[in-house]
C-alpha cells in the first residue's frame, strides 16, 4: 500500500513533468502559429520564450498571484490574529513543517485555501467568516486539512495547473483573434485559396476558443477532487479528531448561499469548497473541482469511527 511518502514524491514527479508538458504545449502552439498563420521562425522563438517565461513565474509567483486574485490580506503576525496565528503554529509543529504565512479574506463565507510551491514557501489564506462561524475544533479540522495541502506538495501542483488553465484560455483567445483578423503575412489577391484556409483558420480557433476552457476545467477536476479527499484524510489525522472537520463541512454545506466575492475559476480547485456558491447537482456536478460534500463528511465519520 502507498504511504504518505511516495504519495509526496509522486506530487514532486508530476509537477516536473507538468511543467516540462506545459512547455512542449506551448512550443507546440508556436509552430502551429508559424505554419498556419505565416508568422515565420519568429513565432515559434516568441512561444518558446513565452513558455519559459510563464513556467518560471507559475512556479515562483503563483502563490502570489493567487492570493491577490482572492483578495487576501496579510501575512498575520500573531499580535494581529493571536488565536488564528497560534493554531496554525500549533499544527505546523505537529506536521513538522516550517510556520507558513497566514492571510485572510475579508468576507462573510467559510473558506480557505493553501498555496505556494513547497512548506518553506507556503501560504496558507482563510475567511473572516471561517474564524467567526467556526468552533475551535472545526476551524482547526479546515485549517489541518490545508496544511495538508502543504505538506503532500499538493499546493505546488495545483498552483501550476491554475497557471496552465490561465494559459490554455489566453492561446485560445489570442488564436482566435489572430484567426479573425487574418494575422501573419496577408495572402496575395490572386491566390485562390486563401479565401479558403482563412475560413479554415477561423474554424480552428473557434474550436480551440470553445474547448480550452473546458479542457482546463477537466486538468482541475482531475488534479483537484482526488487531492480533497486525501486532504481531508490527512488532516484529520493531524488533529486526530476527524469529527472536527466533518462538522465544519456541515456548516459550510449549510451557510454557503453565494460566491465568494473575490471568486476565481483559475483559482477554484485551491478551496476548501467551491467559491461559487452552493455545489452543482445533476450533469453540472460531473465539472466541479470538487467533490460532494457529503461524500467527504460520510468519509471522515466512517474514519472516526474505525477509530473508535
Known amino acids: 500500500m502507498a504511504t504518505t511518502y511516495d504519495y509526496v514524491a509522486a506530487n514532486k514527479r508530476r509537477s516536473a513533468l507538468l511543467i516540462v508538458v506545459f512547455v512542449v504545449v506551448i512550443v507546440l502552439v508556436g509552430w502551429a502559429f508559424m505554419k498556419l498563420l505565416n508568422y515565420g521562425p519568429i513565432g ?20 502570489k498571484i493567487a492570493l491577490s486574485t482572492a483578495g487576501a490580506q496579510g501575512p498575520i503576525t500573531v499580535d494581529d490574529q493571536p488565536y488564528v496565528y497560534r493554531m496554525v503554529e500549533n499544527l505546523c509543529i505537529t506536521a513538522g513543517i516550517p510556520m507558513l ?11 480557505a485555501f ?10 496558507i489564506a482563510i475567511t473572516t467568516g471561517a474564524i467567526q462561524q467556526l468552533e475551535n475544533e472545526e476551524l482547526e479540522g479546515v ?18 495547473v491554475a497557471i496552465l488553465v490561465g494559459i490554455l484560455t489566453l492561446l485560445s483567445n489570442y ?16 491566390d485562390s485559396g486563401g479565401g479558403q484556409i482563412q475560413a479554415v483558420l477561423m474554424v480552428v ?45 456541515e456548516k459550510i454545506q449549510a451557510s454557503t448561499t453565494a460566491p ?32 460532494p460534500i457529503t461524500e467527504r463528511i460520510q468519509a471522515l465519520r466512517t474514519m472516526g469511527n474505525n477509530h473508535e
Open 143 to 160: 485549517l489541518a486539512h490545508e496544511l495538508s495541502h502543504v505538506r503532500n506538495y499538493d499546493v505546488r501542483y495545483m498552483m501550476l
Open 260 to 291: 465568494l466575492s473575490h471568486a476565481n475559476h483559475a483559482t477554484a480547485h485551491l478551496y476548501i469548497s467551491n467559491p461559487f456558491g452552493p455545489a452543482a447537482k445533476g450533469i453540472s456536478s460531473l465539472f466541479s473541482t470538487h467533490p
Open 175 to 190: 488564436f482566435w483573434r489572430a484567426s479573425f483578423l487574418g494575422g501573419g503575412r496577408r495572402r496575395d489577391s490572386n
Open 101 to 111: 504565512k497566514v492571510y485572510l479574506i475579508n468576507d462573510p463565507q467559510i473558506n
Open 205 to 249: 480557433g473557434l474550436v480551440l476558443l470553445i474547448i480550452a476552457p473546458i479542457l482546463g476545467q477537466l486538468i482541475q477536476l482531475a488534479v483537484s477532487r482526488k487531492r480533497e479527499f486525501l486532504a481531508d484524510a490527512s488532516g484529520a489525522l493531524l488533529t486526530r479528531y476527524p469529527e472536527g472537520l466533518a462538522r465544519a463541512l
Open 44 to 63: 515559434l522563438v516568441i512561444a518558446i520564450a513565452f513558455a519559459t517565461i510563464m513556467s518560471l513565474v507559475g512556479y515562483y509567483s503563483g502563490d
Open 114 to 123: 493553501a498555496t505556494g510551491r513547497d512548506p518553506q514557501h507556503a501560504s
